[in-house]
């Protein structure tokens, strides 16, 4: 199957999106093309990546005064303190902004190195290779880079667009079902926002997505990839639309915060959790149906993934998360600003929906038994 690519062009940026089994290989020349001037390349890896790409790097690009520096990966490294000691390790390497900086991991190490490249020397050249299907499917794309804060989530960081994004579906091949379903929760999430037909096709298909079946799955990342570019086109500083792609995440960072970022639940069983925490508010305010809702809880049900919901579906549970919600970082004038749906494929416009504190816990039980 021949590589996918999708281009995301406006007035101040233009990249590709380059998405297939194997699309890796095309690196070096592209490398050559978009950074000419490059005489250093680092590499920032995350951990469990296989060794044997480490050894692909060094042979491609022999070239270059080459640099690897090793990210273990997770939401308490995702710092100011790690950010801080990878400047200082460029800097005292002299590496300059024609230079190159490359992820090679998850979401986690995207948006620590994206920020990073964003303000070594005020840009430099970035691209990212996301190697988990949620950084493929999400955070490469968009330019949203950041770290987290006592306070909450990725409420310190800028955008910042790569130079270039290479999702290479082989990478994918090591994940396990938990990480799967990790990035499947954004695939759904971006069918439910926009693209109905998208919806139908996961009805049928999400087993096989999950299963890591090529085709079917190129398919999911290549449509989640367009869902999510469409909206960054039209703002890509999340002033307005884009805020519409954060679905969910009200209730799943809140619950991710909560958890002090354990282990035990992922960012994308999270926002699976989040979705339908958000979906069950939309009914109870009657913007969207209850018929809407059993559609989308029968995937969960249909795939094993309603396991991601039902611990937190209690009305304790909701009120424990209020004072996080507060903290979210789309809140401006002491109300939750939550993303509604309206029926599958069509959400409400962004700031239509702000909530008070004391209404939402009003609204918790009904929020619970729905």
Known sequence: MKNQEIKFKN???????????????ILPKKVKSLCPLAKKVVFIIDKKVPIKFKTYFKKKFKNYNLLFLSFNANEKNKSLNIVNNYLNILLSKNFNRSDLIISVGGGITGDVTGFIASIFKRGINFINIPTTLLSQV????????????????????????PKLVICDTSFINSLSKKEMVCGYAEILKHAIIKDYKFFQWLEKNTKLVLKKKTKELIYAIKKSCEIKMYFVKKDVNEKGLRMILNFGHTFAHAIEVKNNYSKDITHGEAVLSGVILATKLSVIKKICSPKTLSRIKNIYIKNNLDFTYKKYNKEKFINKLIPYLKNDKKNNDNKINFILLKNIGKTCLPNSNKITINDLKKRSRSISQC
């Open 11 to 25: 007035k101040s940026h233009n990249y590709s999106i380059i998405i297939g089994k194997n699309s890796l290989e």
């Open 138 to 161: 999400d955070a490469a794309v968009g330019g949203k880079t950041g770290v987290n804060s006592s306070h909450g989530k990725n409420l310190v960081g800028s955008f910042y667009q």
